[in-house]
């Protein structure tokens, strides 16, 4: 996790011409190094995983943080959106509920991490057939568009002036691994956090080793574009939501290239 305090135990009085002072116990101080970080041996060989990687971003996060005492309002609304992430998750993934189990449409992610006004979400799709993979993306669409329709009015019931839109971006690559494997690294996350913050649009993927025709549903509501994503390429081809590529503004449809 990265957090590091030193104990009370941690410090010897010590006096210095003719001043007293507190020191650090040289033991305790050599205890800052790279495991404060909890990731074990990180010159362990990394495992490779093939993932589909989601990026959920809370828009207009960190203004609802600058708020009249944002202590009162942000631990109230990350505790009901976690709550309401989590079981959500499970909700798109569930595709039908028996009284000893359930079946679903795709697997539930390995690995889900909270980077401060985002989560991070990984799928391992190295035994996953393509549908379920569309399938995840789908389930993704349907999160952002419940927390509009959901999620929204029930918080704005409870703070003011609650983040008014969950965008995600979604990418198919590899990811490698650091350490005991808690945490991974790997650029499709880095592209995936580039597409939430492209303009206009709620969910956006990258066309890259995914089949759009595979799906009904996002063949029938997405349309392909090209655009230029920083440090990834000058051509990229995206989805995005027919129906928001539509609403934008001239200016905002000047990122996205007709194919």
Not at 238 to 250: A, R, V
Request: glycine share 6%.
């Amino acid at each position: 996790m990265g957090l590091f305090k030193f104990s009370k135990n941690a410090y010897i009085d010590k006096k210095i011409d003719n001043n007293n002072i507190k020191v650090v116990k040289k033991e305790e101080w050599e205890k800052f190094n790279s495991l404060v970080l909890g990731y074990g041996d990180i010159s362990k060989k990394s495992e490779v995983k093939s993932v589909l990687c989601s990026i959920f971003d809370l828009e207009g996060f960190t203004n609802f943080c600058k708020q009249i005492d944002p202590q009162l309002a942000v631990p109230i609304f990350l505790n009901k959106y976690l709550e309401w992430f989590f079981k959500m998750i499970k909700n798109e993934t569930m595709q039908e509920e028996y009284e000893d189990g359930v079946s679903t449409w795709h697997d539930l992610p390995f690995l889900i991490k909270f980077m401060g006004d985002g989560l991070l979400v990984l799928w391992d799709i190295s035994e996953t057939s393509v549908n379920k993979q569309m399938n995840i993306i789908v389930s993704c669409n349907c999160i952002t568009e419940k927390y509009i329709s959901d999620f929204l009015p029930s918080i704005g019931k409870e703070v003011v002036d609650p983040p008014k839109k969950l965008r995600c971006g979604i990418t198919k690559g590899n990811v490698f691994s650091i350490g005991n494997g808690d945490d991974y690294v790997g650029p499709c996350i880095n592209f995936s956090s580039r597409l939430q913050k492209l303009p206009g649009v709620s969910v956006v993927f990258s066309n890259r080793g995914l089949d759009i025709t595979a799906n009904k549903s996002l063949n029938k509501n997405y349309i392909l574009k090209k655009i230029e994503v920083r440090g990834i390429g000058n051509s990229e081809l995206i989805c995005i939501k027919k129906e928001e590529f539509e609403q934008m503004s001239d200016k905002d449809k000047e990122f996205y290239n007709e194919i």
